[in-house]
């Protein structure tokens, strides 16, 4: 899995910076794409890329402030523009079907594929037998949520010397074995499949948060993850600013990741006020804190 970053800056976009959007690229896992907030212009910064919006399988919208959310309805129409037919299923907080609903309607918009709007607020957001997405409630001037992508726990090792040392041909029982089936044998044998798989692999995690002040609900988000995805609008001196606009500042975020014991930390969604110059002053603010910390740049590209 791979994270784009599309957009990086809070508010309004810059010369440097596109409004938020991230990309969340699952090759490995299927040919799929998934994209949380879309501000005004996501589909152009698509364009610089290798993503083909007819792969987009979900959407996770965090609010409904304009810079994560205008460029959905130009998104959904290009992708239909397109031809796709393939389904899209978009998340988000109570009103983003109102707000979609009506944007079609009003532009005498119509669409080729099968679009689910899902509204959520906190606990089980969806899943399948790969990944599992949970989402819970920020604090920010609007009803906000982060979501935490979970990949299910891979399956251990499968015990081939020992089933060779019982006499257990390989075939297609192998992979009942594998699954935790059980097998009967020709020789009427049964053989439970648990008993010859290793233990399980945790799978890989990441927490994306939306627009927030520091809230007892980042911690519940995204404790333990792989990687922690959450907005630096200020810098750390400007932290009175930040929280009274339900904003978090650079060493607000990294004061999380430290306490919630996660493996990596990227910060994004800068306030406009800062050049791609300012960057290292940024990041330098987050790794006095948690010296495991990334900058994100529109189109920069990280490995989970």
């Known amino acids: ?41 996501t589909q152009q910064q698509i364009l610089h890329t290798s993503f083909n919006p007819g792969k987009l399988e979900k959407i996770f919208i965090t609010h409904l402030h304009g810079d994560h959310l205008f460029g959905l309805p130009g998104l959904l129409c290009s992708r239909s523009m397109a031809g796709s037919t393939e389904p899209l299923t978009l998340y988000g907080p109570p009103g983003l079907k109102t707000f979609v609903d009506t944007a079609l309607s009003l532009s005498g918009s119509w669409l080729t594929y099968p679009l689910d709007i899902v509204e959520v607020s906190a606990g089980e ?34 015990d081939v010397a020992r089933l060779a040392a019982e006499g257990v041909k390989p075939g297609p029982c192998f992979q009942q074995l594998k699954r935790g089936e059980s097998v009967t044998l020709e020789d009427g044998r049964v053989l439970n499949g648990r008993d010859y798989v290793g233990a399980a692999t945790p799978g890989r995690s990441l927490a994306i948060f939306g627009d927030t002040r520091p809230t007892p609900e980042g911690l519940t988000l995204a ?12 810098e750390a001196s400007m932290a009175e600013r930040a929280n009274s606009r339900g904003h978090s500042t650079t060493a607000q975020a990294a004061a999380l990741a430290l306490e919630a014991g996660v493996r990596r930390l990227i910060v994004t969604h800068f306030s406009a006020r800062y050049s791609l110059e300012d960057s290292e002053r940024l990041l330098a603010e987050c790794r006095a804190i948690f010296p495991a910390t990334d900058i994100a740049a529109d189109f920069a590209t990280f490995r989970i």
Not at 13 to 27: C, E
């Open 1 to 41: 899995m791979e994270l784009t970053f599309l957009g990086t800056s809070a508010g309004v976009p810059t010369k440097t910076r596109n409004v938020t959007s991230i990309a969340l690229n699952l090759h490995g896992l299927r040919p799929t794409l998934w994209l949380f907030d879309c501000g005004e212009g």
């Open 125 to 158: 957001v969806c899943e399948d037998s790969q990944l599992k997405v949970s989402a819970r409630p920020l604090s920010h001037t609007l009803d906000c949520v982060g979501y935490r992508i979970e990949e299910q726990p891979r399956p251990g090792p499968l």
């Open 223 to 234: 404790a333990g993850v792989d990687v922690m995805v959450h907005e630096a609008t200020l």
